[in-house]
Each structure stands twice: as C-alpha cells, then as structure tokens.
C-alpha cells in the first residue's frame, strides 16, 4: 500500500519526485536479489543448509504469525510493532550475507551493525536501506524453498486482499496510518527528493513523504528470485516486469492511500507464469 505520510493531500509535484525512488527501489532489490542467487556461492545456499533455512523459516513465520494474532486482538504497541519489524529485518540481512559467503559469525556482526545504524541514527537512507536488505533476505528464505505453484497462488491470494483490504477505508490503510501517527514507518519512506533521503524519520513522517508497505516488495520479489533460480535471463525478464508494473504505480494519479500490490503483483506474475508454462512444454 502505498499512502502519503502526512496527510491525504499531496501534490502532483510531490508525488511525482516520489515516482523515481518507488521504481529505483524494486529495481535495487530485484538487482540485489539476483546477484546473491547467481553469484553466491553454492555451499551456501538454502538447500545445502537446511538446518539453518529451517529454524530461519520457522523465527521468520512466527514472526508473521504473531504479528497476525496481536492485530487481530488489537494488543499491538508501538513498542511491539518495532521489535517484530526490526527482528524480521536483522534476519533477512543475516540471511542475505550468509548467502553471499561470508561465515555464519561475520553475516550476524553485519546484520547487528545495519539494525544498530537504523535503530541510532534514525536517517530516510538509513531506514530505506535497512528495510531493503532485510526484505530481499526474507524473500529469499522462502522463494528458494516453496514451490513455483504456491508462489503464484499465495501471490495472488494477496493481490486480492490487498484489492479489499488496501483501499483508504480498508483495514490495511487504518493500520498503517495509527503506526504512523505512533512513530513507528511499518516499510519504506519514498521522499520527493534526494535531500530527503538525509532527513531524519520523524520528519519525513510529518512531509509528504510517501510509504510503501515491506509486503509490497517482498511478495512480487519471490518471482523475481525464483526465476533467478531458473537461469539469469529468467531473472531479469521478470524483474522488468515488476519495474513495469512499479511504473504504473508512480504513474496513477490518486495520491489517496491505495492497495500497491495489484500492478506490482501482476507485472512480475504474467511474464514469471509466461516463462513457466513454456518451461512445461
């Protein structure tokens, strides 16, 4: 979901500065995404350390459960909030640099620096590119573990609750805009400018900065990645799809909060589904 930080009112020059950083974001994490299932090394990849995908899988799906039953229960303080966002990040970049090849005690030291930096320093930059790793290690634990067909399905499960769920009267929206208020940015600010990437969190929050929910890059991304998994021209032809479909979210002309995922979702899943069935001849 995609929502002006401050408020429901955001100029088309505002929103249109935000359009350059929405597409250069899915296209720095379908980059990233790539190179580490392409050029990581083989010893290190999921399937050759299924004790440390496995216990991985299972901290990151608690996390995501938990996060499900506390929202249904409307329990979720500001305080919980951050842990859980904060844990899901630091295990995703963990996961990204273990994959890249370094040992198991240097991918933890990293991950602790980058969560320390976007817990201290409190800087757009900071904060964007914490998110972004932790996203890409996320997807990548559970892309290179769950079939094509259940990607595709649980894709398209989300698209149509983010299509009911999304829109500015949603539940989605509702969430969103109390975290917020509370300090707490549950994604990535997209600020209108390159200055804004220096300004510090809590001031981005009160401009007209825009956000981009962490589900919104990390369901699109597992096609990206499975795809990688197949071969790199696979790869980049379902990255371009979902920088297509990045471009016509920048492009839309309502600056309300609105569900992100549908042309995300679908430019990623129609070139990835293309590629599938002609795999299957």
């Not at 990390?218 to 499975?226: A, E, H």
């Not at 471009?247 to 992100?260: M, Q, S």
């Not at 995300?264 to 599938?276: D, E, K, Q």
């Amino acid at each position: 979901m995609t929502r002006p930080m401050s408020s429901s009112r955001v100029s088309d020059v505002v929103f249109r500065g935000c359009r350059w950083t929405l597409t250069s974001l899915f296209l720095a994490a379908g980059l990233v995404s790539i190179a580490v299932v392409r050029f990581g090394p083989a010893s290190v990849r999921p399937e050759t350390i299924p004790w440390i995908s496995g216990w991985h899988i299972a901290i990151v799906g608690s996390v995501i459960f938990g996060a499900t039953v506390f929202v249904l229960l409307r329990r979720m303080t500001q305080v919980v909030w951050e842990a859980l966002l904060t844990a899901a990040a630091f295990l995703g970049i963990w996961y990204v640099f273990l994959l890249f090849g370094l040992p198991l005690a240097w991918a933890i030291a990293i991950a602790s620096l980058f969560t320390l930096a976007h817990l201290l320093l409190r800087i757009v930059l900071v904060h964007d590119v914490f998110f972004l790793l932790g996203c890409v290690g996320v997807a990548l634990n559970f892309a290179l573990w769950l079939p094509s067909e259940v990607l595709l399905a649980a894709l398209a499960a989300f698209m149509v609750y983010d299509m009911v769920a999304g829109p500015p009267e949603g539940p989605v929206a509702a969430l969103a805009t109390r975290l917020v208020r509370h300090g707490v940015v549950p994604g990535f600010i997209l600020p209108s400018n390159g200055k804004g990437f220096l300004s510090s969190v809590d001031d981005a929050i009160r401009s007209d900065a825009a956000l981009l929910g962490t589900g919104d890059l990390i369901l699109p991304l597992l096609l990206v990645i499975r795809a990688a998994a197949w071969d790199i021209t696979s790869a980049f032809f379902v990255l371009a799809g979902l920088v297509v479909g990045s471009v016509v979210l920048g492009f839309r002309k309502e600056l309300h909060p609105r569900a992100a995922l549908v042309p995300l979702a679908l430019g990623t899943a129609i070139p990835f589904l293309g590629i599938y069935l002609i795999s299957r001849l």
